[in-house]
């Protein structure tokens, strides 16, 4: 996953047939996947995730794929033409711990994740082992400006 994200951003995906992307928006119940984690801890930290992240964009949460959470959307395009819709941030409860999908990657974020606390991070996804770990408020700011980064970056 964290390479198919990494690859939005710099070329077309590999594993893009006639069918599309494995990972799209869908109809599947947000709590029916919630109730199915077993982790008590990680689903109730994914609640207040879900939360914040429907504050944020002002968007619903939906279910992309079979395991991630997602707020609004945006359309990419490449220069082959190819394009899609994806999901602007997210969330998934991880066995291992939260990831926490933040489009624009982390460049242009140092400051805050200096505030934020104990957090791992790939190329977008930022991985949480409990929320107790990091700041809440710098949380919001952090995906706050990565949504305003995104939806400058791709105007409706």
Do not use: Q
Not at 63 to 79: P, Q, R, S
Request: overall charge positive.
């Amino acid at each position: 996953m964290i390479l198919f994200v990494m690859r939005i951003f710099t070329r077309e995906p590999k594993g893009i047939g006639m069918a599309g992307l494995k990972t799209r928006e869908n109809d599947a119940d947000v709590t029916k996947f919630l109730d199915g984690v077993t982790h008590d801890k990680r689903r109730a930290d994914t609640e207040i995730i879900i939360a914040l992240m429907e504050r944020v964009t002002e968007f619903p949460a939906k279910m992309w794929g079979k395991t991630i959470i997602g707020f609004d959307t945006y359309t990419y395009k490449y220069e082959s033409g190819r394009g899609g819709d994806w999901m602007i941030t997210a969330v998934s409860p991880r066995k291992s711990a939260l990831s926490i999908y933040i489009m624009p990657g982390f460049d242009a974020y140092a400051g805050l994740l200096a505030k934020l606390g104990k957090h791992k991070k790939g190329r977008s996804c930022l991985y949480i082992n409990k929320l107790e770990d990091v700041d809440l408020a710098v949380l919001e700011e952090l995906v706050a400006t990565s949504v305003a980064d995104m939806r400058l970056k791709y105007p409706r």
